[in-house]
């Protein structure tokens, strides 16, 4: 699947357009950083298992 992103595309914004995750979902784990903001976003939703290390491996990769 060809995915187009920028460079300033943030995580959850590229989770949810390549349908990895909902909107809820990244509403929450924003809710989740912004009480502990030393956490990444993708950590939170890695924790919550909303979504898995592929998803964001495939973020990483359009990146680079």
């Known amino acids: 699947?060809?995915?187009e992103?920028?460079?300033h595309e943030r995580i959850g914004e590229?989770?949810?357009k390549i349908g990895a995750m909902t909107d809820t979902q990244?509403?929450?784990v924003l809710e989740l950083?912004?009480?502990d903001?030393?956490?990444k976003f993708g950590q939170i939703?890695?924790?919550?298992r909303f979504v898995n290390e592929?998803?964001?491996d495939t973020f990483i990769g359009h990146r680079l």
């Open 45 to 48: 939703a890695l924790e919550m």
């Open 26 to 28: 990244r509403n929450t």
């Open 14 to 16: 590229f989770l949810v």
């Open 37 to 39: 903001p030393r956490k």
């Open 54 to 56: 592929g998803a964001i």
């Open 33 to 35: 950083q912004n009480q």
């Open 5 to 7: 992103t920028t460079s």
């Open 1 to 3: 699947m060809q995915v």
